[in-house]
């Protein structure tokens, strides 16, 4: 796990090392729900690093860290995910899309309720998931972006497709 961490990190530190020219780190949080109404909560954290290619092509990349109550919200499961997307810049919005490779954090039993192995195998997400997302820039200042997100994703049959809504707080190098 140590290993996924320190080798995410490293590899978001040489994007950061070989260019600055439109470049942004970012902060955010987002929450949302399973596309099942009834599905449980899930909120997501992380970091984000974006590097614009041109006027209306960048990409995106960072580190997730997803939190999602499950069995009617008796155990609860942390998955790490490093997203890489496609970013679309337009004037009215920014669309993205990509994937997700993920892997287990944690899994957290909040209740002395009775698991079968069986119940608890489904909580594992998939190594690849994918993800699309659309978005606004927000310049609050010459170096500082707000960007609202509204995102879908689809990281595992049991969490199924699950939407959120969050927002980035960006710093333009």
């Not at 070989?18 to 949080?29: D, P, R």
């Not at 995106?60 to 942390?78: M, P």
């Given at each position: 796990m140590k290993k996924y961490i320190i080798l995410s990190i490293a590899i978001l530190l040489s994007i950061c090392v070989e260019s600055q020219n439109n470049f942004k780190i970012g902060v955010y949080a987002l929450t949302g729900f399973e596309y099942e109404l009834y599905g449980?909560?899930?909120?997501?954290?992380?970091?984000?690093?974006?590097?614009?290619?041109?006027?209306?092509l960048g990409l995106e990349t960072g580190y997730n860290i997803n939190n999602i109550l499950f069995v009617d919200n008796y155990v609860k499961t942390e998955y790490s995910s490093i997203p890489i997307n496609l970013k679309l810049y337009t004037s009215v919005l920014n669309i993205s899309g990509g994937v997700n490779i993920n892997f287990l954090s944690d899994i957290s039993i909040l209740s002395e309720q009775h698991f079968s192995v069986l119940s608890l195998n489904g909580i594992y997400p998939n190594l690849i998931g994918v993800n699309i997302s659309i978005s606004k820039d927000i310049s609050l200042s010459k170096s500082l972006e707000l960007e609202p997100i509204i995102s879908l994703k689809y990281d595992s049959k049991e969490f199924g497709p699950n939407y959120g809504i969050g927002l980035k707080l960006k710093y333009c190098l």
């Amino acid at each position: 796990m140590k290993k996924y961490i320190i080798l995410s990190i490293a590899i978001l530190l040489s994007i950061c090392v070989e260019s600055q020219n439109n470049f942004k780190i970012g902060v955010y949080a987002l929450t949302g729900f399973e596309y099942e109404l009834y599905g449980p909560p899930y909120t997501s954290y992380g970091i984000s690093i974006e590097k614009q290619l041109n006027k209306y092509l960048g990409l995106e990349t960072g580190y997730n860290i997803n939190n999602i109550l499950f069995v009617d919200n008796y155990v609860k499961t942390e998955y790490s995910s490093i997203p890489i997307n496609l970013k679309l810049y337009t004037s009215v919005l920014n669309i993205s899309g990509g994937v997700n490779i993920n892997f287990l954090s944690d899994i957290s039993i909040l209740s002395e309720q009775h698991f079968s192995v069986l119940s608890l195998n489904g909580i594992y997400p998939n190594l690849i998931g994918v993800n699309i997302s659309i978005s606004k820039d927000i310049s609050l200042s010459k170096s500082l972006e707000l960007e609202p997100i509204i995102s879908l994703k689809y990281d595992s049959k049991e969490f199924g497709p699950n939407y959120g809504i969050g927002l980035k707080l960006k710093y333009c190098l």
